[in-house]
T-cell receptor, first 115, second 119 residues
Framework: GAGVSQSPSNKVTEKGKDVELRCDPISGHTALYWYRQSLGQGLEFLIYFQGNSAPDKSGLPSDRFSAERTGGSVSTLTIQRTQQEDSAVYLC?????????????FGPGTRLTVL | QKEVEQNSGPLSVPEGAIASLNCTYSDRVSQSFFWYRQYSGKSPELIMSIYSNGDKEDGRFTAQLNKASQYVSLLIRDSQPSDSATYLCAVNPRGRKGISNFGNEKLTFGTGTRLTIIP
């Protein structure tokens, strides 16, 4: 079956602009996660959705970051007034919690470059 | 102390040998453990998960878990050049089968070990 999909695959933007990143999870997966990975760094958790609600937003680095999920499916991560330190690969993952051990499957990622 | 620690490597192993990757974690109540493989420029790919003490084998891969020592490892037998990648250890503090633990479902990742298989 289809895996997690993300769009765009690459995004180059100017400092101060807003960007939207999209994630479409595996069909039937109720949980959705956003992480980011900076060059040479580990994966950093951003936010977790169960259905349309976000029980854990603890990883969002500032109020410029927000995310929503509609219909228990597609999620959008929005970064307002982008800064150069926002440059990273943004990864989305999904899992079939609670009917699994929370095995998370990742999409291909969106590479964000802020000039 | 980092929550999940891995030796960053690089770890070089001759083709056909056994590659051994190690990971320690700090949260004693952690229940679910995962190994991901990440090729350069690609996203992480789940290759093994383990939840109980002992060994779990899948093809050339064996995951080993010792909760008392807070230690999880990945062995790759008959290493191939295609195994060259960064291997990420991930821990879910409260993942339990059949039980939803809303509020703590994130995975905590180590920084990864870069493995190179030498032909």
């Amino acid at each position: 079956g289809a895996g997690v999909s993300q769009s765009p695959s690459n995004k180059v933007t100017e400092k101060g602009k807003d960007v939207e990143l999209r994630c479409d999870p595996i069909s039937g997966h109720t949980a959705l996660y956003w992480y980011r990975q900076s060059l040479g760094q580990g994966l950093e958790f951003l936010i977790y959705f169960q259905g349309n609600s976000a029980p854990d937003k603890s990883g969002l680095p500032s109020d410029r970051f927000s995310a929503e999920r509609t219909g228990g499916s597609v999620s959008t991560l929005t970064i307002q007034r982008t800064q150069q330190e926002d440059s990273a690969v943004y990864l989305c993952a999904s899992s079939r919690v609670p009917r699994s051990y929370n095995e998370q499957f990742f999409g291909p990622g969106t590479r964000l470059t802020v000039l | 102390q980092k929550e999940v620690e891995q030796n960053s490597g690089p770890l070089s192993v001759p083709e056909g040998a056994i590659a051994s990757l190690n990971c320690t974690y700090s949260d004693r109540v952690s229940q679910s453990f995962f190994w991901y493989r990440q090729y350069s420029g690609k996203s992480p790919e789940l290759i093994m998960s383990i939840y109980s003490n002992g060994d779990k084998e899948d093809g050339r891969f064996t995951a080993q878990l010792n909760k008392a020592s807070q230690y999880v490892s990945l062995l790759i037998r008959d290493s191939q050049p295609s195994d060259s990648a960064t291997y990420l250890c991930a821990v879910n503090p409260r993942g339990r089968k059949g039980i939803s633990n809303f509020g703590n479902e994130k995975l905590t990742f180590g920084t990864g070990t870069r493995l190179t298989i030498i032909p």
